[in-house]
């Protein structure tokens, strides 16, 4: 959301898309959005779209961030602090992403 910001604040003052990829490279390092992202952002903002926030998206609700799954992972690290999230999401079986949110938003 912040960088979405940033590129929502240097789309006003008039920069170009590749300069402000550079600028949140910078800034953000390997953490910065891709250019593309940047590019894509861009065309939102000169279609008149002020919002930052991503649109509703149709679509299934989530079903991998259980209460099971939850516990299993907190389990899976109490074991071994080192395992990556590919290693949990294997072994669940479940996206990166559900390993990634039950992370950080429930653990």
């Avoid at 590129?7 to 300069?19: D, P, R």
């Avoid at 649109?55 to 690290?77: C, F, H, K």
């Avoid at 479940?94 to 950080?104: E, F, Q, T, Y």
Wanted: aromatic share 6%; proline share 4%; with cysteine.
């Amino acid at each position: 959301m912040e960088q979405r910001v940033n590129i929502k604040f240097c789309f006003k003052l008039g920069k170009t898309a590749t300069e402000t990829h550079e600028m949140l490279v910078k800034v953000y390092g390997v953490d910065a959005v891709s250019k593309k992202c940047v590019f894509q952002w861009f065309k939102r903002f000169r279609d008149g779209k002020e919002d930052v926030k991503d649109e509703p998206r149709s679509g299934r609700p989530p079903i991998s961030t259980t209460p099971d799954n939850i516990e299993r992972v907190r389990r899976m690290l109490a074991d071994d602090r080192r395992l990556s999230l590919r290693m949990i999401a294997e072994e669940l079986q479940i996206s990166l992403d559900s390993v990634s949110n039950i992370i950080h938003e429930h653990l």
